[in-house]
Nanobody, 120 residues
Framework: QVHLVESGGGLVQPGGSLRLSCAAL????????GGWYRQAPGKQRDSVAS???????NYADSVKGRFTISRDNAKNTVYLQMNNLKPEDTAVYYC??????????????WGQGTQVTVSS
């Protein structure tokens, strides 16, 4: 069984930075997809950024040039570096990791969510 542990959220002023981490724990062989999503109050959950096993990245238009997703395969961890944060980035951020377990079973796991609040 695989579960994800998120960290790095908090309160930051506009223009500030935060780095989110998402560590996948359990019987993991490898992971081929890592993604970050966010959900603001009263809104649907939207994709923010994703990274494939080959390192290809995709970003929502609203965060391009400000956010960077990366991965550390040795640590089974996905990161989201967020710079020049804006009040509209305020949301609960969730990570999603998909991969293969040590018994060749596929997994698709979600983190518990971490609050990011951008406010002066």
């Amino acid at each position: 069984q695989v579960h994800l542990v998120e960290s790095g959220g908090g309160l930051v002023q506009p223009g500030g930075s935060l780095r989110l981490s998402c560590a996948a724990l359990g019987s993991i062989s490898s992971f081929y997809f890592g993604g970050w999503y966010r959900q603001a109050p009263g809104k649907q959950r939207d994709s923010v950024a994703s990274i494939s096993s080959g390192g290809k990245t995709n970003y929502a238009d609203s965060v391009k040039g400000r956010f960077t997703i990366s991965r550390d395969n040795a640590k089974n961890t996905v990161y989201l570096q967020m710079n020049n944060l804006k009040p509209e980035d305020t949301a609960v951020y969730y990570c999603n990791v998909q991969g293969v377990g040590i018994y060749f079973d596929d997994f698709d796991a979600w983190g518990q969510g971490t609050q990011v609040t951008v406010s002066s």
